[in-house]
Nanobody, 115 residues
Framework: QVQLVESGGGLVQTGGSLRLSCVAS????????MGWYRQAPGKQREQVSI???????VYGDSVKGRFTISRDNAKNTVYLQMNSLKPEDTAVYYC?????????WGSGTQVTVSS
């Protein structure tokens, strides 16, 4: 079964950290680019970060210097390390397959940053 499953969300105070994980199954993980997106209430889904199959990374301006995307191909997992969290980072975070197949999204994990 082809699917993406996120985990690691939760409630954290301003300035805190969280690490999100996304496990992929049913795909040749090492050959695909992966991305993290987020959607806050009443707002459009926005791209947070992308990592290519070769490890090249891209970040949205709002998270540069605070978030780090990485991948472990042996575990079919992509991570998003989030540091110095702000209330405006509150959103549902989604994992997305960026290449090599039809649109594929995880169901999301909630991140809430309290002020």
């Amino acid at each position: 079964q082809v699917q993406l499953v996120e985990s690691g969300g939760g409630l954290v105070q301003t300035g805190g950290s969280l690490r999100l994980s996304c496990v992929a199954s049913g795909v040749i993980f090492s050959s695909i680019s992966m991305g993290w997106y987020r959607q806050a209430p009443g707002k459009q889904r926005e791209q947070v970060s992308i990592i290519t199959s070769r490890g090249t990374t891209v970040y949205g301006d709002s998270v540069k210097g605070r978030f780090t995307i990485s991948r472990d191909n042996a575990k079919n997992t992509v991570y998003l390390q989030m540091n110095s969290l702000k209330p405006e980072d509150t959103a549902v975070y989604y994992c997305h397959r960026e290449s090599n197949g039809p649109d594929l999204w995880g169901s999301g994990t909630q991140v809430t940053v309290s002020s």
